[in-house]
């Protein structure tokens, strides 16, 4: 997808939520479980009662993955759906992937391709040559980890590096490679307060902003110090929207949780 397809859809709905498909069999409500795919089933109830509200959704793989063909199974369903019934949806395969440049070239086919997502995250720590084969594909978007939601972000990310902490080397140095515009970037929403330090790095380029609801970060916050003309923010609640309930009726809870978070949303764009 376009990026300007997706600032019109941000526009129209006026929300720039983005709805994490985070799928734990533990989790969904008892019922489903007698479906033939219990995952799909769940992740299409969520999808047809909160697609109005949200612009984005992003299945993380590990929790298909956990489940072996069957999970990603579920998952080549879950997207094939979206793209068919929703194409006005942006899509973000949480995969967190980067390798040798070759391997890089495989799993971006696997993302882009194959599957057919707009996006994928990506991990940076291996350089330009393992993230240039994502960049190269056209209409879609390279989602670089910079400065994430947990705690051990301070760990390695925030340390100093030549006089610069390593988040800012990782925004400084990916600007500048090759396709560079079809670069994202991941922010933590508990990270807030660096937003305005990492605007003036990459004032333009989207972030997918993880860790409001359950992770305690604040939309507000987030807003305040990282929303650009375009709006430039995806902020994502995954357990906080889709395990609202875990009754019958937990696609509507869900629905409810998501219409929470757009009107806030909405509030912020209408300022
Ligand atoms: O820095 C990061 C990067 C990715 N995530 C992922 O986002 C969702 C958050 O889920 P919640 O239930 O809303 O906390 C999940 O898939 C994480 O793996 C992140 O949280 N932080």
């Known amino acids: 997808m376009k990026i300007d397809q997706l600032i019109n859809e941000i526009r129209k709905k006026q929300s720039f939520l983005c709805i994490g498909l985070d799928v734990d069999l533990n989790k969904i409500p008892k019922h489903l479980l007698n479906e033939d795919d219990p995952i799909f089933a769940f992740n299409k109830a969520?999808?047809?009662?909160?697609h109005h509200l949200c612009v984005a959704y992003k299945p993380n793989t590990a929790f298909y993955e956990a489940y072996g063909i069957k999970g990603w199974q579920a998952l080549e369903r879950t997207i094939s759906y979206l793209n068919k019934e929703y194409p006005e949806i942006y899509t973000i395969a949480d995969a967190k992937r980067g390798d040798i440049g070759n391997t890089s070239t495989m799993y971006a086919k696997a993302f882009f391709e194959d599957l057919g997502f707009d996006s994928v995250t990506v991990?940076?720590?291996?350089?330009?040559?393992?993230v240039e084969p994502f960049l190269a594909f056209k209409d879609k978007h390279t989602i670089l980890l910079a400065l994430t939601s947990n705690q051990g972000a301070f760990d390695f990310q925030t340390k100093s590096l030549d006089g610069l902490e390593l988040y800012k080397h990782v925004l400084q140095t990916s600007i500048t490679w090759k396709n560079a515009q079809n670069l994202m970037y991941v922010?933590?929403?508990?990270?807030?307060?660096?937003?305005?330090?990492?605007?003036?790095?990459i004032p333009d380029n989207f972030l997918l902003v993880p860790g409001v609801g359950a992770q305690g970060?604040?939309?507000?916050e987030v807003c305040k110090y990282g929303m650009t003309e375009n709006v430039g923010l995806l902020i994502n609640s995954s357990r906080g929207i889709i395990y609202a309930s875990q009754e019958k009726d937990f696609a509507q809870s869900a629905a409810r949780k998501a219409e929470e978070l757009q009107q806030q949303m909405h509030l912020v764009l209408s300022k």
């Open 217 to 220: 970060g604040n939309l507000q």
């Open 187 to 201: 922010i933590g929403a508990t990270k807030a307060e660096y937003l305005s330090e990492i605007r003036q790095i």
């Open 123 to 130: 991990a940076p720590y291996m350089g330009k040559d393992s």
């Open 46 to 50: 969520i999808i047809d009662a909160t």
